[in-house]
């Protein structure tokens, strides 16, 4: 989608490795979330950031650690990866509170394999 | 937390009216409802959004009581392009409305 981009698009890695997911917008909004999506499970919040170095858990955060060092950038770290942190992963931005607020642009998805 | 719920999945044919429900029991004062429509292998895409009665945009109406303990999206004369997974989302009031978290959605599969 215009205005916010996720990178890599696909990674394949191996158990035990450290992993990074780069979420870039130029929208210059101050909400960005990561979600995981898994067949049979929808979309799961992992952690979210409310601005720059602001950050909190979502409902699967185990595993995951996440930076927001300036407003356009908002990082994704697998520590050391496990076969159960295969998914796809979208990166999601909103930019205000009041009417807009739950209104989320995605990005294309981040599928990562770990074998 | 907020916890939305909604049909697994629902089947339909072309031309037809569907009417997906979402459950919101804990929805707080200030918290939006808002519907997204996502296709396979893509992210989810903004559909509608209301606060209380009804709201209407080129593709869908929203239907919301004034409990605002539910929500109605309505998909007039669907088509096999409409065939998706369909989220309601509402914000969660223990993260100060942006702790936003999705129910499971509902498999709409529109048919010849």
């Known amino acids: 989608d215009a205005g916010i981009t996720q990178s890599p698009r696909h990674k394949v890695t191996e158990t035990g490795t450290p992993v990074t997911l780069r979420c870039h917008q130029t929208?210059?909004?101050?909400?960005m979330y990561w979600y995981r999506q898994d067949p049979g499970h929808g979309l799961r919040l992992i952690h979210y950031?409310?601005?720059?170095?602001?950050?909190d858990k979502g409902e699967v955060s185990d595993g995951y650690s996440v930076s927001r060092s300036k407003t356009e950038d908002f990082l994704l770290t697998l520590e050391s990866a496990t076969s159960s942190q295969t998914s796809v992963y979208f990166c999601?931005?909103?930019?205000?509170?009041?009417?807009?607020?739950?209104?989320?642009?995605f990005g294309a998805g981040s599928r990562l394999t770990v074998l | 937390l907020a916890k939305t719920t909604q049909p697994i999945s629902m089947d339909s044919y072309e031309g037809q009216e569907v009417n997906i429900t979402c459950s919101h029991n804990?929805?707080?004062?200030?918290?939006?409802i808002t519907w997204y429509q996502q296709f396979p292998s893509q992210g989810p895409r903004f559909i509608i959004q209301?606060?209380?009665t009804k709201v209407t945009n080129e593709v869908a109406s929203l239907f919301i009581p004034a409990d605002r303990k539910s929500s109605t999206l309505s998909l007039p004369r669907v088509s096999l392009s409409d065939t998706a997974v369909y989220y309601c989302?509402?914000?969660?009031?223990?993260?100060?409305?942006?702790?936003?978290?999705f129910g499971t959605g509902t498999q709409l599969k529109v048919e010849l």
């Open positions: 989302l509402v914000g969660d009031p223990t993260g100060g409305g942006n702790k936003l978290t």
């Open positions: 929208e210059n909004h101050r909400y």
């Open positions: 804990n929805i707080a004062t200030n918290d939006y």
């Open positions: 999601a931005i909103s930019g205000s509170q009041g009417y807009g607020a739950n209104v989320l642009t």
């Open positions: 950031s409310y601005g720059v170095k602001d950050t």
């Open positions: 209301g606060y209380k």
